[in-house]
């Protein structure tokens, strides 16, 4: 008899269906080799990870294991991550779609903000960074909390609440809306941006950006819809976001991977397999001698896909 399908993280109805699983073994060994280190604590009693789609079209990870502090800090030096980032933050699409629905004298929170890049795009308004694990050097108006602490000292408080490439990261991405929703005054503005599929980010095989404890949910205009009418705000819009200059690297990987990762009847994204190994490593080392000698692809299509979303009047 097969086992039942695990709920949506968002509706809570069950799975459409299971795409398919792989052992953690393989995937703490991938997790190794891309700089992250040891992961067992992360996956003690977990002998394999599985995908599934929901019938909103968000495909999620079951277990939901998120990366720790330890994770992100290893990993994301090893990528030289935060410097990518942040040497093309005055470029980044979704930063400057989402400035357009912004109105100058708006009190602006980011939520997981990192350094708090945003903050240029907003020079007519109050910028407020949250992030608990925002660097020592980060300026004074980045807050180092949580975000249920903050939600404690700051209900109701902000014109504007954001999060840019965060709800993918997170284990109950429903709970975490529903709490920047809670931030907001009556009328409001949330704005939330993911990682798009299908898409070039997950039609690399392999590519562990996209698995866990990374990223956890893969989202959809269907997805984003079910979300806003779980936490009742009404969407604005929900727009594809074209290609940032510190993504060159993932299309020229597209462009020079001789495997794609697709729907179809042997639907899979990750496995232990040689070819996809290899595959892997050649089209990175390829992707980035390509982003250093030459401009980003054209034609490339979108990654990711942003919600902007007004909350009730009151």
Not at 120 to 146: M, N, W
Not at 179 to 187: F, H, T, Y
Not at 216 to 221: F, N, V, Y
Not at 293 to 301: I, S
Request: hydrophobic share 40%; with cysteine.
């Amino acid at each position: 008899m097969p086992l039942p399908l695990p709920p949506c993280p968002i509706t809570g109805r069950p799975a459409r269906r299971r795409v398919h699983g792989v052992s953690t073994r393989a995937l703490m060994a991938m997790w190794r080799a891309a700089g992250a280190g040891d992961l067992t604590r992360l996956f003690p009693d977990t002998p394999q990870v599985v995908l599934y789609e929901s019938d909103t079209g968000l495909y999620f990870f079951e277990p939901m294991i998120a990366g720790d502090t330890d994770f992100y800090l290893r990993f994301y030096a090893a990528q030289n991550m935060h410097a990518t980032l942040g040497s093309h933050s005055e470029a980044r699409r979704e930063f400057v779609q989402a400035a357009r629905h912004i109105p100058a004298g708006s009190l602006v929170l980011d939520v997981g903000c990192g350094s708090g890049a945003f903050r240029k795009h907003l020079p007519q308004c109050t910028y407020r960074g949250l992030d608990p694990f925002a660097e020592p050097e980060s300026a004074p108006d980045v807050i180092r909390q949580s975000l249920p602490e903050h939600l404690e000292e700051a209900r109701g408080r902000y014109d504007v609440v954001t999060a840019f490439q965060v709800i993918e990261h997170v284990d109950d991405p429903l709970d975490f809306a529903a709490q920047m929703v809670a931030l907001l005054r009556p009328g409001g503005t949330l704005i939330v941006c993911a990682p798009l599929h299908p898409s070039p980010l997950t039609e690399i095989p392999n590519f562990l950006i996209n698995a866990p404890p990374h990223h956890l949910t893969w989202w959809c205009t269907g997805a984003y819809e079910a979300l806003a009418s779980a936490i009742g705000v009404k969407p604005v819009e929900i727009v594809e976001v074209s290609a940032s200059p510190h993504e060159a690297i993932i299309y020229w990987m597209h462009r020079f991977s001789m495997l794609r990762a697709r729907a179809g009847p042997d639907e899979r994204y990750i496995a232990h397999r040689w070819a996809w190994h290899l595959n892997l490593a050649v089209s990175y080392l390829l992707g980035r001698a390509a982003t250093t000698l030459l401009p980003p692809p054209r034609g490339g299509r979108a990654c990711n896909l942003m919600l902007v979303a007004r909350s009730r009047q009151g």
